[in-house]
Nanobody, 122 residues
């Protein structure tokens, strides 16, 4: 059974930075993609960022492009989301995900974490 555990969420002020981590444990296929989604209250879950196995291909939603950076450490089976210049509209539960189908502009993961809350105040 594959497990994903997020950490690093919390409260921040607008303009601050936070770094989310997601550690994957259990059996996984080689060359698995990873990504982050978020869901704000009353809104649908949206794709934030993705990264391929080697880390040389990434995707960002327009709303976070230039502010967020996704990365991964395959030796640690961990992915990260560095979030800079946070805005109140970034407030959401952030979910990490892995495996599944990764396209240029979409991602349908197989496994999900339970989420970590990020709250940004103005």
């Amino acid at each position: 059974q594959v497990h994903l555990v997020e950490s690093g969420g919390g409260s921040a002020q607008a303009g601050d930075s936070l770094r989310l981590s997601c550690e994957v444990s259990g059996p996984t296929w080689p060359n698995y993609p990873m990504g982050w989604f978020r869901q704000a209250p009353g809104k649908e879950r949206e794709l934030v960022a993705t990264i391929n196995w080697s880390g040389d291909s990434t995707y960002y939603a327009d709303s976070v492009k230039g502010r967020f950076t996704i990365s991964r450490d395959n030796a640690k089976s961990t992915q990260y989301l560095q979030m800079n210049n946070l805005k109140p509209e970034d407030t959401a539960v952030y979910y990490c995900a892995t495996d599944g189908e990764l396209g240029a502009y979409y991602y349908y993961p197989t496994y999900w974490g339970r989420g970590t809350q990020v709250t940004v105040s103005s």
